[in-house]
Nanobody, 120 residues
Framework: VQLQASGGGLVQAGGSLRLSCAAS????????MGWYRQAPGKQRELVAA???????NYADSVKGRFTISRDNAKNTVYLQMNSLKPEDTAVYYC???????????????WGQGTLVTVSS
């Protein structure tokens, strides 16, 4: 399973960005999909997650500003980020929990990360 994230970049505070992450390869089923971020000198943290039926949860720091969604037909997860702040600057990673085949164990898979920089 490979995850390809895109959409990062440089944006001014108050601006918006939309991240996308497409999963490809041998995929039997996908449970949860999510976005994490890691700022310099900090631990990786969960930003938002979405279940296979669309239930979502968000970090308190992004509630009301970020929206996670997914397209199950395309095995793709999105993160719409509005009202961006300098403290949102980080490398954003997408991840999913799923199976490569019906007989496989459920595993976690990670994308390569995309850099989001918010200038003040």
């Amino acid at each position: 399973v490979q995850l390809q994230a895109s959409g990062g970049g440089l944006v001014q505070a108050g601006g918006s960005l939309r991240l996308s992450c497409a999963a490809s390869g041998s995929i039997y089923s996908i449970n949860d999909m999510g976005w994490y971020r890691q700022a310099p000198g900090k631990q990786r943290e969960l930003v938002a997650a979405i279940t296979s039926v669309g239930s979502t949860n968000y970090a308190d720091s992004v509630k009301g500003r970020f929206t996670i969604s997914r397209d199950n037909a395309k095995n793709t997860v999105y993160l719409q980020m509005n009202s961006l702040k300098p403290e949102d600057t980080a490398v954003y990673y997408c991840a999913l929990r799923g199976k490569r085949a019906s007989y496989s164990l459920t595993s976690d898979y990670w994308g390569q990360g995309t850099l989001v920089t918010v200038s003040s």
